[in-house]
């Protein structure tokens, strides 16, 4: 049985909407998982409220794990904060692995 043309024409469309929504999770959901992730780095760590005057290299000296090197701190500090780059504000609160 044939179907009319206005009824191929709303079929076509269901399906044409169909595959664009199967596309889009298949593209966000990479998306979406890549961005939520897993944890940076497990392990204690330090809450801190940054300050007027903080830096990251302050911050890591006063609040990091004694004896380690304060570049591996701040790189750690960074990386479980994802930051991208070391500009820090006033009153964000950074979490300081302890470990």
Partial sequence: MKR?????LQLRRKRIILLALVAL??????LWAWSV?????????ARV???????????AKQYGPPGQDLRRIVYRIKRVNRL???TIHPGAVLLVPQG
């Fill in 25 to 30: 999770v298949l593209v966000s959901s990479p």
């Fill in 37 to 45: 992730g897993r944890p940076a780095e497990s392990g204690p760590v």
């Fill in 49 to 59: 409220v940054v300050h007027q005057q903080d830096t990251l290299w302050s911050i």
């Fill in 4 to 8: 009319a043309p206005k009824e191929r």
């Fill in 84 to 86: 991208d780059s070391s």
